[in-house]
């Protein structure tokens, strides 16, 4: 297969993305570098002339799109609720739109959280928890839906299954 010459941010764009599979499927730990590099059809050092290693690989492929797509699902969420016209339809919209998010969000979310644990927990207070104290927000803005005594934190450390010993 000949190979073609790819702009820098697409080739870089297309590591990431291999590497991304590999994490979903390997965890940070048991990811090789070179099955990511084999995975995105270039030689390994090549690889390592775009990506200062496999830290700043994971981050860009795992860390840094879980980030956009929880800042993602608090946009959408901040929308729908502002927008809302009645109590169930809104509660109804989103929870069909995080639903759609969060489909997405969960393979890479699976590993960022769980892959290394202590990581996992960085990451947790760091992007997750931040992102997701809107709910109470959310909710008290739907009409009618009372959210007196809900702590959103709970909620989703509920959800997601994530407890913390450390707080």
């Keep these: 297969r000949p190979r073609s010459r790819m702009p820098a941010a697409q080739r870089r764009a297309q590591i990431a993305g291999a590497a991304r599979e590999v994490f979903v499927e390997r ?19 090549f690889m390592f002339r775009v990506f200062n290693g496999k830290e700043e690989l994971y981050r860009e492929a795992i860390e840094q799109p879980a980030e956009a797509l929880l800042a993602r699902l608090e946009t959408e969420m901040r929308r729908i609720a502002a927008a809302g016209d009645g109590g169930v339809r809104t509660l109804a919209a989103l929870t069909e739109s995080g639903l759609t998010v969060l489909d997405e969000l969960a393979p890479i979310l699976v590993v960022a959280l769980f892959s290394d644990m202590d990581r996992g927990r960085r990451f947790y207070r760091r992007a997750v928890i931040p992102a997701l104290r809107g709910a109470e927000g959310y909710l008290a803005a739907v009409p009618g839906w009372d959210t007196t005594g809900v702590d959103p934190e709970i909620l989703w450390r509920a959800i997601f299954g994530v407890q913390d010993r450390k707080s």
Excluded at 27 to 45: D, F, K, L, M
Aim: glycine share 16%; charged share 30%; aromatic share 0%.
């Design 27 to 45: 965890g940070s730990a048991g990811a090789r570098t070179r099955e990511i590099a084999e995975r995105a059809g270039i030689t390994e050092a």
